[in-house]
Structure formats: structure tokens, C-alpha cells
């Protein structure tokens, strides 16, 4: 079992760094766009799956639990093992729009307890703003 999971995460971490040097980005960068999205495809597919058959609780709860889970057991558990420092451009830019992008969430639900068309599309537009200032360095790319 251990191998099944730690050989394709060191090659996942191997390729990322390659892929970053070779196209000359930050491993941030990979990090944040290719395997963020990567590893985040079958919660997208149980939110869709789940949108469309009117499961609500399943389709926002997926998505917030997997949040939760990532940033707590998947950072808290590797720092048990061995500390992680980020690196200060993680505490600059990438952290306090992990923060916003929760703060955005609660004026939401707590109007009328729905994410409606017009609200998705204005966070698919600020995650594609978020990802074209990483890309243009604007955020310490």
C-alpha cells in the first residue's frame, strides 16, 4: 500500500518540477494550476454529478469538506512527519486568497443558502484572475 501511494506522488512532485523548469514558472506556479486541478478533478465531478440531481448538501459539502481536509490534514500531517516552511510568497499572496475566497463564501449562503449561476461565474472569473496575475507575476508569480 505504501508504495502505491508514494511512488506516483514522488513522480507527481518529480514532473512538476521538471515541467516547471522546462516552461521556466515556479513550482508555486505548477503547483497551484496543473496539480491543484489534477487533484481536484473528481470533486468537481461529485459537486456536478451531485448539482444536477439536486443532492445540494452533497454537492456543497463535497466541496468545502475537500478544502478543509486539504488544508488542514494534508499540511497538518506532513508537518507532523517533517515541518513544511512556506515560502514567503505563499504567505503573501496565497494565503489571503485562500482567506478571501472563504470570506466571499458567507455573504453567499447567508442571503438565500444558494451559489446562483451569476455568483459561480463571477468565482470561475476571480480564480481566472487569480491564476493571470500568477501567470504575469503579479502576485510574486
Request: glycine fraction near 10%; charge should be neutral.
Amino acid at each position: 500500500m505504501k508504495l502505491a501511494v508514494l511512488l506516483p506522488a514522488e513522480r507527481l512532485v518529480d514532473g512538476a518540477t521538471a515541467l516547471a523548469r522546462a516552461f521556466g514558472v515556479t513550482e508555486r506556479f505548477i503547483a497551484v494550476t496543473l496539480i491543484a486541478v489534477g487533484t481536484s478533478l473528481p470533486e468537481l465531478a461529485t459537486t456536478v454529478v451531485a448539482s444536477l440531481r439536486g443532492e445540494r448538501d452533497i454537492a456543497v459539502a463535497n466541496a468545502i469538506g475537500s478544502n478543509i481536509f486539504n488544508i488542514l490534514l494534508i499540511l497538518g500531517l506532513p508537518a507532523v512527519i517533517h515541518p513544511i516552511a512556506a515560502g514567503p510568497n505563499l504567505v503573501r499572496f496565497d494565503l489571503p486568497a485562500v482567506a478571501a475566497a472563504g470570506a466571499l463564501l458567507v455573504p453567499i449562503f447567508v442571503t438565500d443558502c444558494r451559489v446562483s449561476r451569476l455568483e459561480g461565474w463571477g468565482m470561475i472569473a476571480l480564480y481566472g484572475a487569480y491564476i493571470a496575475m500568477l501567470a504575469t507575476g503579479s502576485l510574486g508569480g
